[in-house]
């Protein structure tokens, strides 16, 4: 995928632009990707807020995404 990022003056990324092809590739492919307002439950937020907090500290504690998938690649 061709994607280009967009930052602003300070060097933030804001925003990301998919080229129209790619976009109505994944449209196709994501039914509903286009709809505003996806309603996610509040114990979901509340869940990712408290991990994401958990991690800040001590993120010590926490393992590499690949190392994650090796350790439950060889419990498979």
């Keep these: 995928m061709n994607l280009q990022f967009i930052s602003d003056s300070t060097g933030k990324t804001t925003g990301v632009y998919i080229p129209i092809k790619e976009w109505n590739e994944l449209k ?3 039914k509903g990707i286009e ?11 509340n869940l990712v807020r408290k991990r994401n907090e958990d991690y800040k500290s001590n ?9 994650a ?3 439950i690649e060889r419990d498979l």
């Design 69 to 71: 998938i090796d350790d």
């Design 59 to 67: 993120p010590d504690n926490s393992i590499s995404f690949d190392l």
């Design 35 to 45: 709809q505003e307002g996806i309603n996610i439950p509040d114990w979901h937020i």
């Design 28 to 30: 196709s492919k994501f």
